[in-house]
């Protein structure tokens, strides 16, 4: 044991005027032998001791070499581990990317505290967890971020991941990486159509080519339609953070209400009357399926469409009513184009008159649709 025990103060007084190279191969056989080697608890103690020591090393080979050899190990030293990954980054990534005994909070406060380059190996842990990952989507830049969503192992919940959209979904990278994900929640994916819409209208050579106005109202009806095709995909438990987001955002306009409902959103249309009456979700979808024009109608005006408004919605629900019991396969041509012949003569003007046009785009769209489906038949 005093042999041992003189050995490594024998160590300490050496290494004061040893070579680099030579302190480097030392600190990486103090730490292999302290995990490998049979020691007393005064021999450990005093090992210790020596490779704390060995964290004021002026070069950073030596540093690097201690973590080598420790870091790997949950029987390593806890107080060295955590010096270690505060070190300057080629020492810190063997202790932050392998280390066993940094715990959520050491990994939180890392996150916090460090740089870029520490966040990037907190990212590439084969295994980050869920406080871990809503630390980087906070706080993470885009490199940062783009390891984590690359990451197998990194468990990003489905608020990290909306949090992600919302301050880096102008990233194209990081924009694309999210909508490959099947787990990306519908609320984040319509905030991503939406910095997809932002950065078309900002193209100098598209406004020049359309017109910084029209190039907004294309950008417009194209988020609207996008945000209508995630509203017909998502699952049911989806629908009322959806719903909420798009109310906040003030996405909820007559338009794209009557959008929803005539191209069969169904579970998502209901969905919003719900969030915008305060009516329970069973009663609206029994007035939705059955109820009588001036139900149909009471429970529009209460989610604050207005007299005229309210009455082109009593007469697509019923129009939606009667194509789902005929041909549920075309309900959006069937509404679309019914609607408008109802309404041919309707004093059309002010929200009136853009419901109306909305609704005849969208019917336009269908035939279009139809007539190439047609002609794909023909030809074969």
Partial sequence: MLGRR??????????ETAKTGDRAR????????????????EERAAAEMAMTFLLDDPSPRVRLALAEAIAWSPDAPRSLILSLAEDQPEVACHAVTCSPLLSDADLVDLAARGNGATRMLIA???????????????????????CLLENDGAAISSQSLKRIAERLGDCCDIRNLLLDRSDLPADARQLLTQHVSNALVGLPLAQAAI???RLQRISREATEAAIVSIAGDIAPREIPDLVEHLRLNGRLTPSFLMHALCA??????????????GCGERRVRSILATGRMHAVRALYESAGLS???????????MLWRDAARKAPGSVLGN??????????????????????????????????????????????
């Fill in 6 to 15: 003189v050995i490594i103060e024998a160590f300490l007084r050496w290494i």
């Fill in 26 to 41: 030392a600190a990486n056989a103090l730490g292999r032998a302290y995990l490998q080697s049979k020691m007393t608890v």
């Fill in 124 to 146: 590439v842990r084969a295994h980050v967890t869920r406080p871990v990952c809503a630390a980087l989507a906070e706080v993470g830049d885009e490199e940062e971020l783009l």
């Fill in 211 to 213: 017109g910084l106005q």
């Fill in 264 to 277: 069969g959103k169904v579970d998502f249309f209901a969905g919003a009357v719900v969030e915008l009456t």
């Fill in 307 to 317: 007299r005229d408004i309210s009455v082109i919605f009593v007469e697509a629900t």
């Fill in 335 to 380: 509404v679309c184009g019914r609607l408008l012949e109802k309404f041919r003569h309707h004093d059309a003007h002010g929200a009136v008159g853009e419901l109306l046009d909305m609704v005849e785009k969208l019917h336009v769209i269908e035939q279009r649709q139809s007539a190439r489906v047609y002609a794909s038949l023909a030809a074969a």
